[in-house]
C-alpha cells in the first residue's frame, strides 16, 4: 500500500481506506465537478468533508494538501508510475482524472483539446465571472451602492452566457460527446439560480443552454456527485 503520510499534515481527515482517491471537498459548484467526474468514471473514493470556512480551507492539515486553501483537491494513492499524487484546482483535477481513466476526453487529440479549451473557458471565464456576480448580487458585495460592480460582472455572465448558448447550437454536449467539459460548465450554470440572478441574466432566453442544464442534471451519476460530500457534517 502506498504511504500517504508525507501528503498530509496530520489525521484530521484520516484516510480509512487509504488505498482509494481521497477526495477533499464541499459541494459547492468547483467542488462537486469533482465528485460528478469520479461517479462518471467509476472510480472509488472517499470523500472528505472541507468546508469553506478559514478553520478548514487554511488550517496546516489542508494547506498541506492544497497551499492555495481552496477545495477541491485530491490525493491520489496510485498515482503516476505507481506513486501517490497530490492535485488541486478542480479543472486540473477533472484533466488529471479524465487521462488517468481516459474517460470523458474525447477519442483523438483534436477531440481532447476542444474540450480542454471549454475547461479553460469555465475555469478562465464562467466560474469567476458567475462568481463575482453571486458575490455582489447574494453575498457582502451585495450592500454596495455602487452599481458599477453588478452591472459589470452582470453584463459579462450575459455576453458569457451568449457564447455558451451559440456553441450549443445543434448539439447536446459543449464538445461533441458528453465530457469534463460538462462536468466542469454546468455546475455553474445550476448555480446562478442559489446566487438568484436566473431573471437578472435572461436566463430563459438562453434555450440551449436552459436545455442543456436540464440533460446534464438528469444523469443519475450527476444527482449523486451534487450530494458528495454532503453539505452538514
Not at 457564447?163 to 464538445?175: F, M
Request: aromatic share 10%; glycine share 10%; charged share 25%.
Amino acid at each position: 500500500m502506498n504511504d500517504l503520510s508525507p501528503l498530509t499534515a496530520d489525521d484530521r481527515w484520516a484516510a480509512t481506506r487509504p488505498d482509494v482517491l481521497q477526495l477533499y471537498s464541499f459541494p459547492t459548484a468547483n467542488g462537486v465537478k469533482v465528485s460528478i467526474a469520479l461517479e462518471e468514471m467509476g472510480i472509488e473514493y472517499e470523500p472528505h468533508r472541507v468546508t469553506l470556512a478559514d478553520s478548514d480551507v487554511k488550517s496546516e492539515a489542508y494547506l498541506k494538501i492544497n497551499p492555495n486553501g481552496k477545495i477541491p483537491a485530491i490525493i491520489d494513492p496510485d498515482g503516476p508510475d505507481g506513486a501517490p499524487i497530490r492535485v488541486f484546482e478542480s479543472g486540473a483535477i477533472l484533466i488529471y482524472l479524465a487521462e488517468k481513466t481516459g474517460k470523458l476526453l474525447g477519442r483523438t487529440a483534436a477531440e481532447k483539446y476542444e474540450i480542454i479549451q471549454w475547461v479553460m473557458f469555465q475555469m478562465g471565464g464562467i466560474g469567476p465571472m458567475f462568481g463575482q456576480l453571486g458575490y455582489f448580487s447574494k453575498f457582502a458585495g451585495a450592500e454596495i451602492e455602487d452599481p458599477r460592480p453588478r452591472e459589470r460582472y452582470l453584463n459579462e455572465a450575459k455576453r458569457l452566457l451568449s457564447v455558451l448558448d451559440g456553441a450549443l447550437e445543434g448539439k447536446e454536449w459543449i464538445a461533441g460527446d458528453y465530457s469534463i467539459a460538462d462536468i466542469a460548465i454546468a455546475p455553474w450554470l445550476r448555480g446562478l439560480e442559489g446566487y438568484g440572478v436566473r431573471d437578472a441574466v435572461g436566463w430563459e432566453s438562453y434555450t440551449n443552454v436552459t436545455a442543456y442544464l436540464d440533460r446534464f442534471l438528469a444523469r443519475p451519476a450527476v444527482q449523486t456527485g451534487l450530494n458528495i460530500p454532503a453539505r452538514e457534517g
